[in-house]
């Protein structure tokens, strides 16, 4: 194979692994299973590309794309908090509902980029020219979004996060408003969402109202697939197996498209590795079981073997 | 003069039971607590001892009446900003500390009780120096785990890191909710003696509510029995102090008679 479509899938894997920081935030975190990301993703690269094309500078639009997804996912956690609305039907809602308003933002389905400035073409213009420009731009920002979550879960205010995620009881108890947790942690992880929306438009040259779709999905995908390889035992390797695992799926994409699959066959190969990631502890106990029962039958067979033999020579 | 740590006034609450009717869970309750006071609470189930722990904490705000803590009225206070000044010992061991973190995690998050949380790193040298004192006074060794996942703890550590957890910042308010019900029998005496240490140490002023007749004599300055609601005895001093199990127990049933005999009137 060659290196040009293996550092693509890096270059993606990194590029999707910001999004599935944000998403390793709610799912893995503060337990919430956050359906706001697939209206948050596009709603990044929505805003980003509609202020680039009316000549906004490419990081004051990237920036607002930022507070833009996290106005969504602030929105989701008031529904949830206040309105006593299912975690998951509060992201589907406000999901649904950005369908809608990123499409007002862009006033038609699909913005392209290709002859405006973007946060990659900007750096060319600064001197930093490189074949490997992007690669280089999101290996850089995902690590530091990395180490941002890692030291921000350490904080106090982390800390609290992370027990409201675990038991509200207990941290209600000890003082802390677990609303205000579940608020900050949504408008944390969605930011971090249009981030990579904002990023990934400027980087692939459009912006498209149908592109958050099955991002929930990878996303999710990426944290159980690193998850499983790296043990989460401390916030850093949880958070290293989250681009791990995003780097190793976009590869998994890459190889399925190899292999003869159709890109519309994706949606289904991701499912797999999911179930697969998620079935890997019960199918490698039931494997153990079934060696262990093996064994003994052989074992069995053989002392059965061995007594024959033994009754024969006796004979 | 001093305000009480509680004052309870003539609180009610009710629950919906189903089919449009409701249980008055607890029933125009009124209770004063003096500064460094340990009250044991006893009473049948669903007598209204948790309802009522439960409220002066804030998981329930009451129907009617008023609650104060140290001359404030607190009764509308949201459960989280009254566990600035309460702290609170849960009957599930599981419900008092958080499993996937850290045991220096979990105590950190409770030293910050009543401070305003910061982006300032959680566990720092200081606090951990203070962790490994405090542990070690439990005496289970703990002190040489402070990152091993609290989720690895048996139930009786467990309990006793909680109680370390809602006691280490002082709080004017202790309330221990049948705290070592769901612990074995030589578990929870561990747990029983290490409260009676710790609330007479810092001088605690407490709740507690247990099943157990005999700890609730024995520990603590005053004893309240709750029936239907209701506070129907409330021993003290030297009454107390001659009080037996046996004694008690035949107010218990006194009490259920009494209430026996009323349900007859009101049918008659």
Do not use: C
């Amino acid at each position: 194979m060659n290196w040009y479509a293996l550092s693509g899938s890096i270059e993606q894997g990194l590029a999707y692994g910001i999004l599935a920081l944000g998403v390793y935030l709610t799912f893995r975190v503060l337990s919430f299973a956050d359906l706001t990301v697939e209206g948050s993703f596009p709603l990044g690269a929505a805003v980003a590309a509609t202020l680039i094309v009316n000549g906004a500078h490419p990081l004051t639009a990237t920036s607002v794309a930022v507070l833009a997804g996290m106005a969504a996912g602030s929105m989701t956690a008031l529904l949830h908090t206040k309105m006593r609305i299912t975690g998951l039907l509060a992201g589907i809602l406000t999901m649904t509902s950005l369908y809608s308003i990123n499409l007002r933002i862009m006033g038609r389905p699909n913005v392209p980029l290709l002859r405006e400035p973007t946060v990659f073409k900007q750096l060319v213009q600064l001197g930093f020219d490189h074949p490997y420009q992007s690669l280089i731009v999101f290996t850089v920002l995902a690590v530091l979004i990395k180490l941002l979550i890692d030291w921000f879960l350490s904080t106090e205010i982390g800390l609290s996060m992370r027990a409201t995620g675990d038991n509200q009881t207990m941290i209600r108890s000890l003082g802390v408003s677990t609303d205000l947790m579940i608020v900050m942690g949504l408008a944390f992880s969605n930011g971090l969402v249009a981030l990579a929306g904002a990023l990934i438009a400027q980087y692939q040259g459009y912006a498209d109202v149908g592109m958050g779709l099955g991002t929930i999905v990878s996303g999710l995908a990426s944290v159980i697939l690193g998850n499983a390889l790296i043990r989460p035992t401390t916030v850093f390797r949880a958070t290293l197996g989250v681009l791990t695992g995003s780097v190793l799926y976009r590869l998994a994409i890459f190889y399925a498209l190899r292999a003869g699959f159709a890109p519309t066959d994706l949606r289904i190969v991701t499912a797999a590795i999911v179930v697969l990631a998620l079935a890997a502890p019960t199918i490698r106990e039931s494997l153990n079981q079934r060696r262990v029962r093996w064994r003994l039958r052989r074992m069995e067979l053989e002392g059965d073997e061995l007594a024959r033999v033994e009754h024969q020579e006796s004979v | 003069m001093n305000s009480p740590v509680l004052s309870i006034k003539k609180v009610s609450k009710s629950f919906p039971v189903g089919g449009g009717s409701t249980k008055i869970a607890v029933d125009r309750v009124s209770l004063t607590v003096p500064q460094g006071q340990f009250v044991t609470v006893i009473g049948s189930n669903g007598a209204g001892k948790s309802t009522l722990l439960n409220l002066v904490a804030g998981r329930y705000i009451p129907d009617t009446g008023t609650i104060s803590l140290n001359g404030t009225d607190i009764t509308n206070l949201s459960e989280h900003r009254r566990a600035a000044f309460i702290g609170r010992v849960f009957q599930d061991p599981l419900q008092g500390t958080a499993a996937s973190m850290t045991i220096e995690e979990n105590l950190s998050m409770a030293e910050s009780r009543g401070l305003r949380r910061t982006l300032r790193r959680g566990v720092t040298k200081e606090r951990r120096a203070r962790f490994r004192e405090l542990l070690a006074v439990l005496g289970l060794g703990l002190e040489d785990r402070l990152r091993s996942e609290v989720g690895l703890l048996s139930g009786g550590q467990r309990q006793s890191l909680s109680l370390l957890m809602a006691t280490m910042t002082k709080p004017s308010l202790l309330l221990l909710d049948e705290h070592t019900a769901a612990l074995d029998p030589k578990t929870a005496q561990q747990v029983v003696a290490l409260t009676e240490r710790i609330v007479r140490e810092y001088g605690l002023t407490t709740l507690m509510v247990t099943h157990n007749l005999e700890q609730a004599l024995r520990l603590g300055d005053r004893t309240i029995m709750m029936h239907e609601g209701k506070i129907v005895l409330d021993l003290s001093g030297q009454v107390r102090q001659t009080m037996t199990v046996a004694d008690l127990l035949a107010e218990f049933t006194r009490v259920r008679g009494e209430s026996l005999v009323d349900d007859r009137l009101l049918l008659a």
